[in-house]
């Protein structure tokens, strides 16, 4: 019994309190997008009209429009500190996702998404800076844990919520789960009044250092794996998986609903244990064996919505979620700790915008090519998804040699 009372208390983060309210704005933040994420595709292709290809471009110029704005707001968070920041992107999300229920055409779809997506831009660079600056330097890898196990719980009980309230024939339904995504991004700017800010960095350091960070060739071969395991391996899951099983197998929204909670609970019961785990080993194989585990889930996928009726392709894609969060796990505690490991205190923002770019990177190219995929040949998307991360595993083992020795394994 000792043993196993000295693990839970090993679990133990030991963060300080401004890390756990900003964690809380989070957990209300995710749970308004986990009740909008799933179905965003669904509601343009289903309610709207609007064609997959189409959908899959919107869905695509939401992380368009995070790409510049990202990258403005690491600058701005460098300069002018990252709450203040995060706060702008917050108000600038609640406009724009609370317009949704006027889209009509595609092109109100791609505009809405655009804003959406700097809105997103602004808040990673500047939530990452604030969550490290808050956190002692060898609690990072922890905070960054706890970050993706609370947004994650937040995902997954929105998925479940929205998957209850979500009904294709009632497009009032859809409208509502948007106005609950603008509520929670209003409670976390106002959670914000609680959490102190950091010191800023020096004017003159703080200027104009785009280059030199871009000079970081470890760094730079970090985004690249990155934005290959994003668009194969979590865009896939996002944007195509709802509405594959639901026009192939059927699977109705509740169903999806608890497809998506399979993952995100996955993620909040693990994730902390993972990161804990990884303490002391070797970064760049966990990322490798994080892709093979989604390239093996996606060849399992096809089989699975092609061929079971409604009850069991949601079981069987509940299954491959939970492999699928297990990958998360590894991910979320090795790349942003690796990031900030990385960077130097006066380019913090800047490094992690381009982070942050590398995720949206991803969500540009794999929700543009997947959706003409999908329309053209549906089971061909998840096998390019499953060599694209095997190939991603690939490049992590070969980049392990160029980041400095000290860095290659996990701290704490």
């Not at 000079?215 to 970090?222: A, I, Q, V």
Request: glycine share 10%.
């Amino acid at each position: 019994m000792r043993p196993l009372v000295a693990y839970f208390r090993s679990l133990n983060p030991r963060l300080p309190a401004a890390v756990w309210v900003l964690q809380a704005g989070g957990l209300i933040n995710a749970f308004g997008i986990g009740a909008v994420m799933p179905f965003v595709i669904i509601y343009l292709h289903t309610i709207r009209g609007i064609s997959l290809t189409v959908a899959g471009l919107a869905a695509a110029a939401n992380a368009l429009g995070a790409l510049p704005a990202g990258a403005a707001g690491g600058a701005w968070a460098d300069r002018y500190g990252p709450k203040r920041l995060l706060m702008v992107a917050l108000l600038v999300q609640t406009v724009a996702i609370c317009c949704f229920p006027l889209i009509r055409t595609g092109w109100h779809a791609i505009l809405l998404e655009m804003a959406v997506g700097a809105g997103a831009g602004m808040f990673w660079p500047s939530q990452s800076s604030l969550l490290t600056q808050l956190t002692p330097g060898d609690r990072i890898h922890a905070a960054f844990a706890q970050q993706r196990a609370t947004m994650n719980l937040g995902i997954g009980v929105g998925g479940l919520v929205g998957g209850v309230i979500a009904v294709a024939s009632k497009p009032w339904t859809f409208d509502l789960l948007f106005l609950i995504d603008g509520a929670t991004f209003l409670l976390f700017a106002l959670l914000l009044a609680w959490i102190p800010s950091p010191p800023r960095a020096p004017h003159g350091a703080a200027a104009g250092s785009y280059a030199r960070v871009l000079r970081d060739r470890p760094f730079l071969g970090l985004l690249v794996v990155n934005t290959a395991f994003i668009a194969a391996g979590i865009v896939p899951l996002v944007e195509f998986l709802p509405v594959y099983a639901k026009s192939v197998a059927s699977v109705s929204e509740p169903a999806i609903g608890m497809i998506f909670f399979a993952n995100t609970i996955v993620i909040v019961l693990f994730q902390v244990p993972v990161a804990h785990a990884l303490e002391g080993r070797r970064r760049m194989p966990a990322l490798a064996l994080m892709g093979a585990l989604w390239a093996v889930t996606w060849l399992a996928v096809p089989a699975a919505v092609e061929r079971l009726e409604p009850t069991a392709a949601a079981l069987a894609l509940s299954a491959a979620a939970v492999a699928l969060g297990v990958g998360e796990c590894m991910q979320g505690a090795v790349q942003a700790p690796l990031v900030a490991d990385l960077a130097a205190t006066a380019l913090l923002g800047r490094y992690m915008a381009l982070s942050s770019a590398s995720w949206q990177l991803g969500f540009v190219v794999g929700p543009a090519i997947g959706g003409r995929i999908l329309d053209q040949h549906r089971i061909a998307l998840w096998v390019l998804a499953s060599v694209t991360c095997a190939l991603a595993a690939a490049g992590a083992l070969a980049l392990e040699s160029a980041i400095p020795e000290r860095l290659r394994r996990t701290r704490g």
